[in-house]
């Protein structure tokens, strides 16, 4: 079962924006935090901004920071990612992820989303 579907992903120009949604399905009464992950070719996943619910306290990779806001509308369910100042840097897919164990900005053993790609150039 696909539980997390992101959209939103596409080609844009440096210096554009863009803004991933995340649709979450399935059980989620134990899920205590979500995020964004993104993964370059041939590199690991990296967390770049993540929202722990028990504390309501947004996370941003020192990459990003200042550039992306992350947001939720419906708790748990739908989640955002707002990139402005987009740079050729920020190529990459981009993954929404969930758990049910976080210690304070880290994602856990998370579930995936199938990714969308971010492509951008100048």
């Known amino acids: 079962q696909v539980e997390l579907e992101e959209s939103g992903g596409g080609a844009v120009q440096a210096g554009g924006s863009l803004t991933l949604s995340c649709a979450a399905s399935?059980?989620?009464?134990?899920?205590?935090?979500m995020g964004w992950f993104r993964q370059f070719p041939g590199k690991e996943r990296e967390a770049i901004a993540t929202?722990?619910?028990?504390?309501?306290?947004?996370y941003y990779s020192d990459s990003v920071k200042g550039r992306f806001t992350i947001s939720q509308e419906k708790p748990k369910k739908t989640l955002y990612l707002q990139m402005n100042n987009l740079t050729s840097e920020d190529t990459a897919m981009y993954y929404c992820?969930?758990?049910?164990?976080?210690?304070?900005?880290?994602?856990?053993?998370?579930?995936w989303g199938q990714g969308t790609q971010v492509t951008v150039s100048s």
């Open positions: 992820a969930r758990s049910k164990t976080c210690n304070g900005a880290s994602i856990m053993r998370p579930s």
């Open positions: 399935g059980f989620t009464y134990l899920v205590k935090c």
């Open positions: 929202l722990n619910f028990e504390d309501g306290t947004p």
